[in-house]
């Protein structure tokens, strides 16, 4: 669509450019863009992706493995299911290893291949371009006939914008309760909705993400890329001379004529702009609003297809490809990552595999460091045994070793040596160590050990035997 | 930047090319650009929330605040307990027909055996703790009196206070519990107490 076209459809005379974001008008409100249609390479590429992507974020909760969803993060039960692996609260301190390794992927990834993330994977991007868009498209028109309209207005924009809405209303409720499903177990998530039979709320967050989701898709949309988004902001940091990023062949395409045959390749025809989801003309280089979509890959190619020039005037390469024709993807940046990342991964699976199965905790007795009667120190503790498996676990409490050996008549009261824990639960029980005071010196230091009958797993606690 | 390079850029229309303000740092300039009106929106919305909470939570004290609202929730709770007690008829008589309950004398007793036993022994005849089998009590042997022990403990004799712990219907069934083994008196520590019957 030309410029002229733009100007006879009422568009203001504004062009992107790098002093100001292009989506925010001068005076501070809001420029929605009318994103025009693309096909080719890339775009069918990524819609594939898409699709999966959404089949994936989707499904995930209802996929089983070993009698737990796949992901489901059961906040009221303090559990955490991944993968058929069970988290439970005390394993938190393992989501260090999870948010610094998904940072560093990032890092990784962007250093190679720029904010492919952006473009092809998040859930920002795969649910407004694979969904919200195309059912914008379909029942609005190309761009140029939703420019027209918007204009025009009357009962022709009124009708569709209603049926868009509503249409948006209810996909954003749906995708609200799919994302739910990662917090709620699906079976119950089925007889629950629409009301929760009251559980207010449950009711409350569905409403609210289904509002959030349908103001983020109908209307905010490339702002949430562009300002609420972090990593975009660190798009300069992360990338350097040869990233791989979407860019311009400046020494191909200026001086820029509208045109064939005359300067360079670039006829400056505006498509790369018109169809560009955050209002960017990529031609001014790599920005901080560029979500690496391919979209002006895909038109660029087209119309340089359809003048008769070679492919690739916008594409992926280095700047420093761009400059001299050569690539270089192997740098002491990509090699500190991987190893970052790999210590992360291993530090990751060997916490996350050597973790105990269960987790004892000893208190000594509130209130009473010790008391004496008939000439008997006793000490009384009070012992957390918490079952972390997924299956019943039979526990046996013992004396761990002879710390108290050297002192004569040391006596223990264990008063339930087996204990039978289900899965996840736990039990707290009253412990005594005593020893004649006759024996006693200064506080001493022993073990209670507490073994798992199925596995063997043996933990020694220690603790202090104190007394006057 | 060359002319030539600037000469090609000029088809681009500056936005409020007047607006780069008066301070520069090491070659670095910045824009005045208005920010979004979403923006500026939300920011002001904020601002008048926290005005309005202010007055309403903290001057006109009207809403209740979280900890507030925390403390009448536990209140009300303990209030329906109470009331669900009354209402059960909670008194001696109420322990009595509930140590004839094999399920909870059961219940009472896995709790007996968990938490009890440290210092009472598994059949209850002491150690640590006085011998609850014989017929001597220290602190009064009806079943009220003996719900406070649980529920408050000793201090000066090492007895837990089990009320937060266990919560009130476990410590109703290990009080039945109790109950049913009260004057056994299976051989173990010397009684201590008065002589009390109930």
């Known amino acids: 669509m030309t410029e002229k076209e733009d100007l006879a459809a009422g568009r203001r005379d504004r062009k992107p450019d790098l002093n100001s974001v292009y989506t925010i008008n001068e005076d501070g409100s809001r420029n929605m863009l009318q994103v025009a249609d693309v096909k080719g390479r890339w775009t069918t590429r990524k819609y594939l992706m898409y699709a999966l992507l959404i089949i994936l974020y989707v499904a995930a909760p209802w996929i089983t493995i070993g009698n737990h969803p796949m992901i489901l993060v059961d906040i009221p039960g303090r559990a955490a299911f991944l993968m058929g692996a069970t988290f439970t609260n005390q394993d938190f301190h393992l989501f260090f290893f999870v948010l610094i390794g998904a940072g560093i992927s990032l890092f990784v990834v962007t250093s190679l291949f720029g904010r492919v993330w952006c473009g092809f994977a998040c859930p920002q991007t795969v649910f407004m371009e694979g969904v919200f868009r195309p059912i914008e498209r379909i029942i609005e028109g190309r761009r140029l006939e939703r420019i027209r309209r918007n204009q025009k207005g009357g009962f022709p924009k009124i009708w569709r914008k209603t049926l868009k809405h509503l249409i948006f209303i209810f996909l954003s409720w749906n995708f609200a309760i799919a994302f739910m499903c990662y917090f709620i177990p699906t079976r119950e998530m089925l007889h629950q909705v629409p009301f929760f039979h009251g559980n207010v709320t449950a009711l409350m967050w569905s409403i609210f993400w289904t509002a959030m989701l349908y103001f983020d898709y109908s209307w905010f949309r490339e702002q949430t890329c562009l300002i609420i988004c972090p990593y975009g902001r660190l798009q300069s940091t992360l990338v350097d001379y040869d990233t791989v990023i979407i860019g311009y062949d400046e020494k191909r395409g200026e001086p820029r004529h509208k045109g064939v045959d005359k300067g360079g390749d670039c006829i400056d025809c505006r498509r790369c702009v018109d169809v560009c989801p955050t209002g960017i003309d990529i031609r001014n280089g790599l920005q901080m609003e560029c979500i690496g979509c391919t979209n002006c890959i895909d038109a660029c190619d087209d119309i340089m297809e359809k003048i008769g020039k070679p492919r690739g005037l916008i594409r992926f390469d280095s700047s420093r490809g761009f400059e001299t024709g050569q690539a270089r993807m192997f740098r002491p940046r990509f090699f500190v990552y991987s190893v970052l990342i790999l210590a992360m991964g291993a530090l990751f699976v060997s916490r996350a595999t050597t973790r105990e199965s269960f987790q004892v905790t000893v208190l000594r007795s509130q209130g009473m460091p010790y008391t004496i009667e008939d000439g008997v120190i006793r000490n009384l503790y009070t012992l957390h045994l918490q079952n972390k498996s997924d299956g019943t676990r039979v526990y046996f409490v013992t004396p761990a070793d002879d710390a108290l050996a050297g002192h004569p008549g040391v006596e223990y009261i264990i008063p339930q040596e087996r204990v039978e824990l289900d899965r996840l639960s736990d039990r707290q029980l009253s412990l005594f160590a005593m020893m004649p005071r006759s024996s006693y010196t200064v506080p001493v230091d022993f073990n209670f050990a507490v073994t798992d009958s199925i596995s063997g797993t043996v933990q020694d606690i220690k603790v202090r035997f104190r007394g006057p | ?198």
Not at chain 2, 86 to 112: C, K, P, T
Not at chain 2, 169 to 197: F, M, Q, W
Request: with cysteine.
């Open chain 2, 1 to 198: 930047m060359t002319e030539n390079q600037n000469s090609q850029r000029d088809n681009r229309t500056v936005y409020k090319q007047n607006t780069v303000m008066d301070h520069e740092y090491d070659g670095i300039q910045e824009f005045d650009n208005r920010l979004p009106n979403w923006w500026l929106w939300i920011m002001w919305g904020s601002m008048a929330f926290a005005l309005l909470y202010w007055i309403v939570f903290h001057t006109l004290g009207v809403g209740v605040l979280p900890h507030e609202r925390f403390e009448m929730t536990m209140q009300a709770a303990q209030e329906a307990q109470l009331a669900r007690a009354l209402e059960a008829g909670i008194d001696n008589d109420f322990f009595v027909m509930m140590s004839q309950s094999e399920s909870s004398v059961a219940e009472g007793r896995e709790i007996f055996v968990t938490h009890c036993v440290a210092c009472h022994l598994d059949d209850g005849r002491g150690s640590v703790g006085p011998n609850l089998t014989d017929s001597y009590w220290i602190h009064g042997c009806e079943p009220m009196q003996m719900l406070k022990i649980i529920n408050e403990g000793v201090a000066s004799k090492g007895m837990p206070a089990w009320g937060n712990q266990l919560g009130p219907s476990r410590v109703h069934a290990v009080l039945s519990y109790l109950l049913t083994i009260k004057d056994n008196n299976v051989a173990g520590k010397a009684p201590e107490g008065e002589p009390c019957t109930f």
